[in-house]
């Protein structure tokens, strides 16, 4: 039973109770206490259980919230009272179960690695299921609004409320971040960047660069910066030479972030040991090199891809990090809109056809299909893929990796599916001629085809096909829709702020912005659960074009992008700008991402 609403109204009142004032969205205002008959009813209960005069309890409560201390140690501190103890009290006060230990099955782990490791740590709760109930495990008994934040970002309404210690609740975000004890890889230590800052020891020796398990700082310190990007959830860690400096950042949410700024004489000492367990030449330096090693956190695998770059000031490298057992999203959790959903599902099932995914780097192309991929993935069907690289492993699912080295190329590889028996097949990538004829055979002899294109809008996609060698009629024969889609940023749901848009704010958006005048729009603010960004996560965009007959019709006699694109908005198409701003309308993300990744 979903209990929320009672804890927020008996948060107020335990608040009231202790003269507490709630700041907006319920916690307690930090540091504040004003006076007030007490309300003793609520923690009578409690009061007699631990053997506390109730004047003692409320005392306690009110230090605590002045202390920004969680009452249980307040309690346990101030009367030797077992906080354990005194947290199930108040749970059976309030009626909400209290956990003295949480069990973190695979699906916690997952959902907790959803969300932002330093977001929960800070405020102390955590999403987990027990005994077939969706909860939110929280320490503060003040903080009904976490529980909200928690819901909207899992997208989970029914989360219900319990209580456990806040050591209780560490541990179990630990345990799914793979920090348990005995699980936790010991090179991982969680050390500070600011440890760093001085110059690195000058008797560092060539053993010091070759042991990954020692204890000599520049190994820490890669160990930190990757374990620092993975609990972050970034994409990319760059390490920047200049003149004087190091630089380092952090790719978060499609974005470069400076982190740190290192001593320059840490630069030779990083790249040789990241050049060692990529088991690259750690002698050239004057040619660019490409690697990857792997890393365990916990329970999590993660690819680390490395590029390193010859510049005027040293070599720049650039990791790359790959989850490798990330959950695949679904393809309802895409972003997709209603209509969208819904012809992308029929069109995944059609028996044969072309279905391609374009856009620039970086924009999903990938994920999407990996979406489909697993929306049709059945013990009946034969998937078969080819990828450079594969980036994510799917069960029951043939999958072959592009190796230049060995002359297997895209083309090469879709020869040998196409003896494999497939009914399905991915190809990570149409970049050449030969791959894209042998696409287009494969779909005309009844196989169903994903791939990508990197073109900038749906309608370009066919004359891509069609610069690349393949004939209009053959481009209306066996491509069956166009999906082109940007990656924009998710507002934080903690510090996003609404406002109406003025006439000179809606001008981006062209001649259709007066119908958009009085809106309510919402802008990032930033704060400290999403670092100062005013986001959190990223979102896809998206335009969809069907070829059914008419287009067909135009392909084959007239196959230039603008009248493809102009006949596709006539029939009913949303453009990537207009499906951003639903997206906009919906408080989702901002009119700045959805132009800066967008162009009319």
Excluded at 2 to 23: E, K, Q, S, V
Excluded at 75 to 80: D, I, N, P, S, V
Excluded at 144 to 162: M, S, T, Y
Excluded at 317 to 344: A, C, D, M, T, Y
Aim: hydrophobic content about 45%; overall charge negative; some cysteine.
């Amino acid at each position: 039973m979903d209990r929320l609403p009672d804890f927020r109204r008996m948060a107020h009142r335990l608040a009231a109770l202790c003269r507490l004032p709630l700041a907006r969205g319920g916690r307690v205002a930090a540091g504040q206490a004003t006076p007030g008959p007490p309300r003793p009813s609520l923690l009578e209960p409690m009061a007699e259980t631990l053997a506390l005069p109730l004047a003692a309890l409320e005392d306690a409560f009110t230090e605590a919230a002045r202390a920004g201390q969680n009452p249980f140690k307040r309690l346990a501190e101030l009367h030797k009272v077992d906080a354990g103890l005194a947290a199930s009290a108040l749970a059976a006060s309030l009626g909400l179960p209290y956990l003295e230990a949480i069990d973190v099955s695979d699906e916690d782990a997952e959902r907790i690695r959803r969300l932002p490791f330093g977001y929960l740590k800070r405020n102390l709760a955590v999403p987990v299921a027990l005994d077939g109930r969706q909860l939110v495990v929280l320490a503060d008994p003040f903080a009904p609004e976490l529980a909200d934040d928690l819901r909207r970002l899992l997208g989970q309404p029914d989360l219900a409320v319990a209580l456990a210690l806040p050591e209780t609740i560490v541990s179990a975000i630990n345990h799914a971040h793979g920090e348990a004890e005995g699980e936790r890889d010991p090179r991982l230590d969680n050390l500070s960047l600011d440890d760093f800052m001085g110059p690195p020891p000058e008797n560092m020796s060539t053993e010091d660069l070759l042991d990954e398990t020692s204890n000599a700082p520049v190994i820490r310190l890669v160990n930190q910066l990757l374990a620092q990007a993975v609990r972050d959830l970034c994409s990319d860690i760059h390490i920047e030479p200049y003149q004087n400096s190091l630089k380092i950042r952090f790719r978060l949410d499609g974005v470069l972030y400076d982190i740190k700024t290192l001593d320059k004489r840490w630069h030779p000492p990083v790249v040789s040991h990241v050049k060692i367990r990529s088991k690259l030449d750690i002698a050239e330096r004057r040619l660019p090199q490409d690697g990857s090693f792997d890393i365990r956190l916990g329970n999590r695998n993660v690819d680390i891809r490395v590029s390193v770059f010859p510049t005027k000031f040293g070599e720049r490298l650039v990791l790359r990090l790959l989850e490798k057992n990330s959950r695949i999203l679904s393809l309802g959790e895409l972003g997709l809109s209603p209509g969208h959903f819904e012809e992308l599902s029929a069109l995944a099932r059609l028996p044969h056809g072309i279905i391609l995914v374009t856009g620039p780097t970086g924009s999903g192309k990938s994920t999407t299909l990996y979406a489909l991929i697993n929306h049709i993935n059945s013990t009946d069907k034969n998937i078969l893929t080819i990828e450079d690289p594969v980036e994510y492993q799917i069960e029951g699912v043939g999958q072959m990796q592009v190796n230049a080295k060995i002359d297997l190329t895209f083309a090469g590889g879709l020869r040998s599916i196409l003896r494999q028996d497939p009914d399905v097949i991915l190809v990570g990538e149409i970049r050449d001629t030969e791959t894209a004829q042998i696409a287009c055979q494969a779909a005309l002899t009844g196989h169903l085809v994903f791939s990508t294109l990197h073109t900038n809008d749906a309608a370009s996609a066919v004359t891509r096909m069609v610069d690349m060698g393949i004939e209009p009629y053959m481009v209306c024969s066996v491509v069956r829709a166009l999906i082109a889609q940007r990656l924009v940023r998710v507002l934080c749901p903690h510090c996003k702020e609404a406002f109406v848009p003025t006439e000179e704010d809606l001008l981006p958006f062209g001649p259709g912005a007066a119908a958009l005048a009085g809106r309510s729009f919402c802008r990032a603010v930033g704060c400290p659960q999403c670092m100062g960004t005013g986001y959190r996560g990223r979102t896809s965009i998206h335009e969809l074009l069907v070829i059914d007959e008419a287009m067909a019709e135009l392909i084959l006699h007239n196959p230039e992008a603008g009248r493809i694109r102009a006949a596709a908005m006539a029939a009913g198409m949303a453009t990537l700008r207009q499906d951003g701003m639903d997206k906009i309308l919906r408080h989702i993300t901002t009119m700045e991402e959805v132009i800066r990744a967008t162009v009319v």
